[in-house]
T-cell receptor, first 115, second 113 residues
Framework: DVKVTQSSRYLVKRTGEKVFLECVQDMDHENMFWYRQDPGLGLRLIYF???????EKGDIPEGYSVSREKKERFSLILESASTNQTSMYLCASSKRGSLMNTEAFFGQGTRLTVV | AQKITQTQPGMFVQEKEAVTLDCTYDTSDPSYGLFWYKQPSSGEMIFLIYQGSYDQQNATEGRYSLNFQKARKSANLVISASQLGDSAMYFC??????????FGTGTSLTVIP
């Protein structure tokens, strides 16, 4: 069974802390994504990566950075957590290629609360 | 820039009836893919159906079908014979030429017994 696994289901962190959210996929996918999901706003793309060590900013990269040192692992970093980063974070992966019919596979999500 | 618009924050449907969830999109990419996902209260994202921009026929997957109107840039999801288990958030998404997936704001569907 194909899988995208996020390291934590729930996290509570203090304002100003550096926070790491980890995501691992076992499907040998080239593309990996980080989204945040907020009520009424849907899923918004933070960063994505199309290869090891490659990254592109999404729509809301401010306050976040990412790391992809290995193909299967994509980390989201909150450099200095703030209360407005309290949200559900979803990691996803997909195959790269010219074909459009390859869906994204999602992890179970990490609900982060910053206090 | 890619944009997905879902204008129905919430929808209600009677059990066994059909329901249409709206999705419009905007892109300058000549080739793209459109996807629908279901997110039950458990939070997992479940892929439902795919439509390619060059596909001549509307996609169907069991009780799900996609009403694709390319000229109007719409890709509405039709769920036939609604079941209680269909109650969930539904997201429309688009994959563009550079492989990003962009999502809409979602529609919350409630199936009434």
């Amino acid at each position: 069974d194909v899988k995208v696994t996020q390291s934590s289901r729930y996290l509570v962190k203090r304002t100003g802390e550096k926070v790491f959210l980890e995501c691992v996929q076992d499907m040998d996918h080239e593309n990996m994504f980080w989204y945040r999901q907020d009520p009424g706003l849907g899923l918004r793309l933070i960063y994505f990566s199309y290869d090891v060590k490659m990254k592109e900013k999404g729509d809301i990269p401010e306050g976040y950075s990412v790391s992809r040192e290995k193909k299967e692992r994509f980390s989201l970093i909150l450099e200095s957590a703030s209360t407005n980063q309290t949200s559900m974070y979803l990691c996803a992966s997909s195959k790269r290629g010219s074909l459009m019919n390859t869906e994204a596979f999602f992890g179970q999500g990490t609900r982060l609360t910053v206090v | 820039a890619q944009k997905i618009t879902q204008t129905q924050p919430g929808m209600f449907v009677q059990e066994k009836e059909a329901v249409t969830l709206d999705c419009t999109y905007d892109t300058s990419d000549p080739s793209y893919g459109l996807f629908w996902y279901k997110q039950p209260s458990s939070g997992e994202m479940i892929f439902l159906i795919y439509q390619g921009s060059y596909d001549q026929q509307n996609a169907t997957e069991g009780r799900y079908s996609l009403n694709f109107q390319k000229a109007r840039k719409s890709a509405n999801l039709v769920i036939s014979a609604s079941q209680l288990g269909d109650s969930a958030m539904y997201f429309c998404a688009m994959r563009g030429m550079y492989n990003q997936f962009y999502f809409g704001t979602g529609t919350s569907l409630t199936v009434i017994p």
